[in-house]
């Protein structure tokens, strides 16, 4: 909803609901002049936009230095867009946020980066060094409740990953519990340690654990019981002589 104004909201009412709708735009000059939902677009990921050929678009619509024509078909041509932050990343550039005033204020601001700088609301790490050797960051396997990264760098840096930032999900730097940071006021981060690592976000929600608890426990009350009660049958049975 900040792509409408590039303010946060700060009351549930029908147009901020949980649909993932960017603010719409219309006209040859709306996309570039509205400087908020490129930030917007840039922050996602969004690297490719679509085009009608009927709405007369030029170079005022999608500025070269921005914009990419990759492809024409049917009607429609595909634009990149050159300053998308990628969707996983390493980096050490971290700038701190202490109020929603503050994020806005930093985010939107027009010499931010969201393709390499991440907002925290407190910087975890503890030296301001940057990468002297390019940092390496791989996607293992990406399912519904477990993403997975093998990571390379020669400093402690900070994973940043666009996925929401929600409770139930955990972090484990090789095996071992890590926080989650809340970057980008949504998303979500994790500090992770020089050298060669494997970074694992798992969704684990207190629901689910008591579920299984309690679901155990109820087998292990049913078998004792069932035990119990067959050794009674068979030691109740009348000896014949």
Avoid: C
């Avoid at 980066?113 to 050797?133: A, C, G, M, V, Y």
């Avoid at 809340?182 to 207190?206: C, D, I, M, W």
């Amino acid at each position: 909803q900040s792509a409408r104004n590039g303010k946060l909201p700060v009351q549930f009412n029908h147009t901020n609901r949980s649909d993932a709708v960017i603010v719409g735009g219309y006209g040859k000059l709306d996309l570039i002049q509205n400087t908020d939902r490129l930030r917007i677009l840039d922050a996602l990921g969004v690297t490719h936009i679509l085009d009608r050929t009927e709405n007369q678009s030029d170079q005022e619509t999608f500025p070269p230095s921005r914009f990419e024509q990759e492809k024409q078909f049917d009607g429609w041509t595909v634009m990149y867009n050159k300053n998308t932050a990628s969707r996983f990343f390493l980096t050490t550039n971290i700038d701190t946020y202490s109020s929603k005033e503050e994020f806005e204020k930093k985010f939107f601001d027009p010499k931010f980066r969201p393709d390499t700088t991440i907002l925290l609301e407190k910087n975890p790490l503890r030296s301001t060094q940057s990468f002297t050797t390019q940092p390496s960051i791989f996607l293992v396997s990406y399912l519904p409740n477990t993403v997975a990264f093998r990571t390379t760098t020669d400093i402690e840096s900070v994973l940043f990953l666009s996925d929401t930032y929600a409770p139930g999900w955990n972090a484990y730097v090789d095996g071992v519990p890590s926080q989650i940071l809340k970057a980008q006021y949504a998303f979500r981060a994790v500090l992770v340690p020089s050298g060669n690592h494997t970074v694992v976000f798992s969704y684990e929600p207190f629901s689910f654990t008591l579920g299984k608890w309690i679901s155990i426990v109820s087998l292990f009350g049913v078998l004792t019981i069932s035990t119990f009660i067959i050794s009674k049958k068979r030691y109740s049975r009348p000896i014949l002589q």
